[in-house]
């Protein structure tokens, strides 16, 4: 998920009543539900350098693990370095946070790296939990990496109490707590998380149920959008081609007369260059619906990888590309790789 988003939930695990459990649990719930993504440290490197390190050893359990711990004992330290102060005088305010518990700091660390590899495990780009012992990637991909209904239900259940606080200071009415508006966002995010599963599993029946091209399906997927938890990305894979439609979870049926089709190629000693060079290892082992062109070029020849599970059969869009240059003696010349799959001058 995106940072808003775990930001915004990690706020709302601490005002539905996690910030009465110890002193800084707001702070760890906010720092914890961003800390794995430190692992943007290591991997702006440059393309392949990307797949590579991105959701790694900090987006497994080990790492969480770790990072929980090593949040929770900084914010211990802080939290005998700097103890509450007592009131020196009789009209001074009194300070309400809950005092340091020990117990609680760490399991509230723990909720927020957690939850950030749960949340994280939801979408199409998966992890690997079970880092550095298996580098296989997982995913539920029920999930959009945004998704704008659930911003959307966080922003409200978190800003409408917080502007009704505002108004009732103005007009010395009592303050209306934060705690009713941070259950229902998390109320709706286990809800919406139920609805979209729900979907996702009803599209992989639709699409397991047909022939494509009278051939069956070999592998398949569904993959969601931004917005609509009914419309989804459909991938199917038979033993010649790859065929990407659009499904809509409430429509009885698929039409598989109007996928978009991308031909397998036939092996070739320039895409087996390609795919043993690093851009093209990283890349075949993070792609699930790995789709290859090759390409005859004055200087050799041009092969271009593709993850399907990121193309839109909408928008003419279809993403996720490493692209390796060949010369003659098949030794590789250049190689990258971009999100929009936009050639590179």
Wanted: proline residues 6%.
């Amino acid at each position: 998920m995106d940072n808003i988003t775990h930001t915004l939930t990690g706020l709302a695990l601490s005002q539905a009543g996690l910030n009465r459990k110890t002193r800084f649990a707001t702070l760890a719930l906010i720092m914890g539900s961003n800390l794995p993504d430190l692992d943007v440290l290591w991997s702006n490197g440059g393309g392949a350098n990307y797949l590579e390190y991105h959701r790694g050893i900090t987006h497994s359990l080990l790492g969480v693990t770790l990072l929980g711990a090593a949040l929770a004992g900084l914010l211990c330290y802080l939290g005998r370095r700097f103890p509450i102060a007592e009131p020196q005088a009789t009209k001074a305010p009194k300070v309400n946070a809950p005092p340091l518990d020990v117990g609680w700091l760490f399991g509230v660390c723990w909720i927020a790296t957690g939850g950030h590899l749960l949340m994280d495990f939801t979408n199409a780009y998966g992890v690997r939990p079970l880092l550095p012992f298996s580098d296989r990637w997982y995913a539920l991909d029920f999930m959009p990496i945004v998704d704008l209904l659930l911003l959307l239900a966080l922003i409200l259940g978190l800003g409408i109490p917080a502007l009704l606080r505002v108004i009732s200071e103005e007009v010395g009415a009592k303050k209306p707590a934060y705690q009713r508006g941070a259950v229902f966002s998390l109320a709706f995010l286990v809800l919406l998380w139920g609805l979209r599963d729900f979907a996702h599993r009803r599209v992989l029946g639709m699409l397991d149920g047909h022939t494509y091209g009278d051939e069956n399906p070999v592998r398949l997927g569904a993959f969601p959008t931004f917005v609509n938890p009914f419309a989804w990305t459909g991938v199917v894979e038979t033993s010649s081609n790859f065929h990407l439609l659009s499904v809509n979870a409430l429509a009885g049926d698929v039409d598989s007369r109007l996928s978009h089709d991308f031909p397998k190629p036939d092996p070739s000693p320039p895409l087996e260059a390609a795919l043993e060079s690093r851009t093209g290892v990283v890349f075949a082992h993070f792609a699930r619906f790995l789709w290859v062109q090759v390409e005859e070029t004055d200087d050799g020849d041009e092969v271009t990888l593709r993850d399907l599970r990121f193309a839109s059969p909408t928008e003419d869009r279809l993403g996720f590309a490493a692209r390796i240059k060949l010369d003659h003696n098949l030794r590789v010349v250049s190689e990258w790789f971009s999100f929009s799959g936009q050639r590179r001058n």
